[in-house]
């Protein structure tokens, strides 16, 4: 007997392999940039730092080497008073997340600037830096961008931290990575669809707001509540259930 219908059969079946591959995996990267990052999506990865998932860098899991978020309301060079303002402090050798080592993917306004106006590509790992998220207006719509503050205005890591106590310190990259090596995704979902969904569990994310995120925490099925608004200060009812909620999650410490 030939092995002809095997050929045949392991020939289609490559084709049909690598078609689906093909729509899956790359067609929806194709015109992946034309799809601007949010002012959520930077905040995200700003907040949470590059590692997740396994890494040399933290094997574990144990949410080493990441950002540390800051309300602060004064300069940290100079002292004086201004607008409360949530900074991402990266300490020297903590990885940058991906806007700032490709700001292609924050889309062509955004990265254009974030690198003239922001001075993003003057960031140094080795040396640490420190972020702020910022908006302007161009031709009537408000683009958002990323500041290296470490360089526009001189705010380094230990000074920025220093302007900001324990409450006003959120580790929520550490937070993440709990929730990621928990496996509380099991359960839970962060993706309210846009079905009568939000009605319960609030706004669905939007297109743009996941740039630059890695690993998102969808979910993969729900068991229990979805959690993308739990702690959220425009969903929460009060600033005690704010407290009590998400913050525990991914704004508190772990490891
Ligand atoms: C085995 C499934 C499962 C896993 C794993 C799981 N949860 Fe849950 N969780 C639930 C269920 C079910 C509820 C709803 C319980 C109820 O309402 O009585 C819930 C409720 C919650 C709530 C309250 C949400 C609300 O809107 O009231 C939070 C917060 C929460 N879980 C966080 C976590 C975190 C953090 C982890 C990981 C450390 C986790 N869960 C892992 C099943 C799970």
């Known amino acids: 007997m030939a092995f002809r219908e095997y050929k045949v059969g392991a020939r289609v079946f490559g084709l ?14 194709i015109d992946i940039a034309s799809v601007s990052a949010t002012t959520s999506a930077m905040e995200r990865q700003l907040s949470f730092g590059r590692l997740g998932g396994f890494s040399y860098e933290d094997p574990l899991l144990l949410g080493w080497h ?13 002292g004086e008073t201004i607008e409360p303002t949530r900074a991402y402090v990266y300490d020297a050798k903590v990885p940058f997340p991906n806007g700032i080592r490709h700001p292609r993917i924050l889309g ?58 324990d409450k006003n310190r959120l580790f929520v990259g550490k937070g993440k990575i709990m929730f990621v090596r928990e496996g509380c ?3 839970h979902t962060m993706l309210p669809e846009q079905t009568q969904d939000w009605q319960y569990f609030g706004a669905p994310p939007m297109l743009g707001d996941f740039n630059g ?3 998102t925490a969808f979910g993969s099925d729900r068991k229990g509540p979805d959690l993308t608004h739990v702690g959220s200060p425009t969903w929460c009812l009060s600033e005690a259930e704010v407290n009590s909620c998400l913050r525990f999650l991914f704004m508190s410490g772990v490891a």
């Open 16 to 29: 049909a392999f690598g078609t689906s591959m093909f729509i899956t995996l790359y067609m929806p990267a």
């Open 213 to 215: 995120e890695s690993p």
């Open 108 to 165: 062509k306004e955004s990265a254009e600037l974030s690198k003239s106006k922001g001075k993003i590509l003057a960031a140094d790992e080795a040396q640490g830096a420190v972020f702020i998220v910022r908006e302007t207006t161009q031709g009537g719509v408000s683009v958002p961008y990323i500041e290296n503050v470490s360089v526009t205005r001189g705010w380094t890591p230990a000074a920025t931290l220093a302007k900001a106590d």
């Open 66 to 78: 990441k950002p540390v978020t800051v309300d602060i309301t004064q300069n940290p060079k100079t």
């Open 185 to 187: 995704w099991w359960c």
